[in-house]
């Protein structure tokens, strides 16, 4: 069973970059999936990200294509979100999730079996 704690939410101005980490823990599987997701004020969550952790696959919500990069920390269980040319409407809190799949497929924000408690972000000059 995955223990998920994210890192490195803040505020920034908009045109800003920031870096999410998440650290997984308790789990026995190398092939999992881990996940972004976000919700901002008043809206319904959003899957943003999506990484294959053995394979190192990945894929994007069209909202961040293009700004928006997930990847693996080697020879750690974390992930990094790095996300570049920050809008306001990327504000919310940033969730990291996981999920005992191989492959980030078509359902992927369906996938994930475990969540962190999330992270601030905040884009506002």
């Known amino acids: 069973q995955w223990q998920l704690v994210e890192s490195g939410g803040g505020l920034v101005q908009p045109g800003g970059s920031l870096r999410l980490s998440c650290a997984a823990s308790?789990?026995?599987?190398?092939?999992?999936?881990i996940g972004w997701f976000r919700q901002a004020p008043g809206k319904e969550r959003e899957g943003v990200s999506c990484?294959?952790?053995?394979?190192?696959?990945?894929v994007h919500a069209d909202s961040v294509l293009g700004r928006f990069f997930i990847s693996r920390e080697l020879g750690k269980n974390s992930a990094v979100l790095e996300m570049n040319s920050l809008k306001p409407e990327d504000t919310g809190r940033y969730y990291c999730?996981?999920?005992?799949?191989?492959?980030?497929?078509?359902?992927?924000?369906?996938?994930?079996?475990?969540w962190g408690k999330g992270t601030l972000v905040t884009v506002s000059s």
């Open positions: 999730a996981a999920g005992d799949y191989y492959t980030c497929s078509s359902n992927w924000e369906d996938d994930m079996e475990y």
């Open positions: 308790g789990g026995t599987r190398t092939r999992y999936i």
């Open positions: 990484l294959e952790m053995m394979s190192g696959k990945s």
